[in-house]
Antibody, heavy 121, light 108 residues
Framework: QVQLVESGGGLVKPGGSLRLSCAAS????????MSWIRQAPGKGLEWVSY????????YYADSVKGRFTISRDNAKNSLYLQMNSLRAEDTAVYYC??????????????WGQGTLVTVSS | DIQMTQSPSSLSASVGDRVTITCRAS??????LNWYQQKPGKAPKLLIY???SLQSGVPSRFSGSGSGTDFTLTISSLQPEDFATYYC??????????FGQGTRLEIK
């Protein structure tokens, strides 16, 4: 069965860095676009970034552009998010999610359990 | 960015009730609209994709409708396990995916 398992979250000071990982299993990872989506405590969902199946196409939300870098290693079935220059407003649970394309757009059918990133001094 | 506005923001209902949640897009998004359910401490779960297609394994009491700018999620007969927060999400703008602010469904 499809599994997505995030890791790498934790407490970091403002201006610091953190690297999140997402280990995928149960499907052909290299066939799918992947995304990072976050949720601040008590708040709604915010799309952060996505990467195409080959890694050649990448987009970021304006709120993280220039600070975060998404990448993937298809040989290791893994997705990454390098987060630099972290701010308090980056505090959130970060989910990796598998993006599926259909007749009318795309959707996230599988999500990981999330990893909490807390940015605080 | 395409703004997604859900109403109501919160809703109280009883087991067995029929419930409707609305999602409005700031511009036409055709049928590029998905619905998710999220329970506390858990990841979101896909319920409906392409406005009206039921995700595999989701009970048939859930249904979605709409196109253009106005969409609805309907639960025909609320069950105890349905009390959760619901989010709509547009995928029309592939470069800027956006979610609604959420609708919290509580037990009356």
């Amino acid at each position: 069965q499809v599994q997505l398992v995030e890791s790498g979250g934790g407490l970091v000071k403002p201006g610091g860095s953190l690297r999140l990982s997402c280990a995928a299993s149960g499907f052909t990872f290299s066939d799918y676009y992947m995304s990072w989506i976050r949720q601040a405590p008590g708040k709604g969902l915010e799309w952060v970034s996505y990467i195409s199946s080959s890694g050649s196409t990448i987009y970021y939300a304006d709120s993280v552009k220039g600070r975060f870098t998404i990448s993937r290693d298809n040989a290791k079935n893994s997705l990454y998010l390098q987060m630099n220059s972290l701010r308090a407003e980056d505090t959130a649970v970060y989910y990796c999610a598998r993006r599926t394309f259909g007749r009318s757009g795309s959707y996230y059918g599988y999500w990981g359990q999330g990893t909490l990133v807390t940015v605080s001094s | 960015d395409i703004q997604m506005t859900q109403s109501p923001s919160s809703l109280s209902a009883s087991v067995g009730d029929r419930v409707t949640i609305t999602c409005r897009a700031s511009q036409s998004i055709s049928s590029y609209l998905n619905w998710y359910q999220q329970k506390p401490g858990k990841a979101p779960k896909l319920l409906i994709y392409a406005a009206s297609s039921l995700q595999s394994g989701v009970p048939s009491r859930f249904s979605g409708s709409g196109s253009g700018t106005d969409f609805t999620l309907t639960i025909s007969s609320l069950q105890p396990e349905d009390f959760a927060t619901y989010y709509c999400q547009q995928s029309y703008s592939t470069l800027r995916i956006t979610f609604g602010q959420g609708t919290r469904l509580e037990i009356k």
